[in-house]
């Protein structure tokens, strides 16, 4: 688990979660939205199924699940059930005691808990806006083998690694070994 904070936000696992929630819940294919909550619950636990296996990394899936469902407004108290569970059980300290936290820092810990429950169980008066977030396509599939030029007339080759369906369509290029003032024919990159 990567922690830098006793913030109830403050580890990577959370941040995770969050963000990929997020991402989902903002999808928009320029007609519908993508993704209903019942379709995210699903897809949630299937890519964070490592994580519910463990005790101590699924306190973060659930307190990000609450905390972006709270932000975003949306009425489903599942994960506040959970969220509420954890503290109970003390399960969020013990993982802080078993990773060497500082006595202070658990309490601490415990106290943002407690605030964020009682944060969780009243509506948010500013939700979050459900922003419409379009994906695009990459301009290069993956595999392409490209040439350019460069100001001094020398050519240069070039292949995409990763093509992802992302708000800028995203591609991954990487610099071949080829330096020349001919243009490499394609058998030349290969």
């Known amino acids: 688990m990567g922690t830098w904070s006793v913030a109830i936000n403050g580890n990577d696992e959370f941040r995770t979660v969050y963000d990929y ?3 989902l819940y903002t999808e928009y294919d320029g007609k519908k939205w993508v993704y209903d909550i019942p379709g995210i619950k699903q897809l949630m636990e299937e890519t964070f199924a490592f994580l519910l296996s463990k005790e101590e990394l699924a306190k ?3 307190l990000a699940l609450a905390k972006v469902g709270w932000d975003f407004g949306i009425e489903d108290d599942w994960a506040i059930k959970k969220v509420k569970e954890i503290v109970a059980a003390g399960t969020d300290s013990k993982a802080w005691k ?3 936290g500082k006595e202070k820092d658990i309490k601490k810990r415990e106290k943002l808990l407690s605030e964020f429950i009682s944060k969780l169980s009243a509506s948010n008066p500013r939700p979050f806006k459900r922003g419409k977030v379009v994906k695009v396509q990459p ?6 083998l490209l040439t ?4 001094e ?3 240069y080759g070039a292949v995409v690694t990763g093509a992802y369906r992302d708000t800028k369509g ?5 610099l071949l070994d080829y330096r020349s003032v001919q243009k490499p024919a394609k058998e030349e990159l290969v």
């Open 60 to 62: 973060e899936y659930w």
């Open 21 to 23: 929630f997020k991402e």
């Open 153 to 155: 007339g020398m050519y």
């Open 139 to 144: 301009v290069f599939s993956k595999g392409d």
């Open 98 to 100: 078993e990773l060497g």
């Open 170 to 174: 995203t591609n991954i290029i990487h």
């Open 148 to 151: 350019f030029r460069d100001t």
